[in-house]
């Protein structure tokens, strides 16, 4: 017991306890100030574009053309060519009357190379991507997607495949 006391007596726990505390909170108040500076350039873009105010950049954006946009052609404009993918005996040319019936020229209805396609998908060549989504609407099909494997020669002159799947 009397050796406690004599480390107690020598060292001072006091100041020290005290000389740390300080740091720790002088610490703290940087780390808070480093925060506000850094988030303050975000809190003002993101005040200024609700409040409908330009932001001040540092360098200009680079100009980006955008593309052309093509208006959406008329169902009598396109040319579908539908492929049966699902092995069912007359499965294309059925859905290739009801899309003439709907106004849109039938490029042919023919087998597709498998006739295993779980899903029907409706396939446009660049530029035909309105048509494409629009055809798939109208046919019930949710998978639209750039054509991809079909040389342009097998396409007889259509401009969207329409695949049927099971």
Known sequence: ???????????PWRTTTLVVGALAALELVALIAIGAVRLAPAHHAVAAKHTQQPV????????????????????????????????VAGAASAEAQHLQVSGYRIGGATN?????????????VPGWVKEARRLARDAGVRMVAPLDG?????????????????
């Open 1 to 11: 017991m009397q050796h406690a006391e004599q480390i107690h007596s020598q060292f």
């Open 56 to 87: 001040h950049r540092t360098a200009p954006a680079p100009h980006v053309e955008a593309a052309p946009s093509v208006p959406l052609r008329p169902r009598a404009h396109v040319k579908v060519l539908v492929l049966n993918g699902n092995g």
């Open 112 to 124: 597709a190379q498998r006739h295993d396609y779980a899903r029907s998908m409706v396939m446009y």
């Open 150 to 166: 079909l040389p342009r020669r097998q396409l007889r002159g259509s401009t969207i495949v329409l695949l049927l799947g099971t």
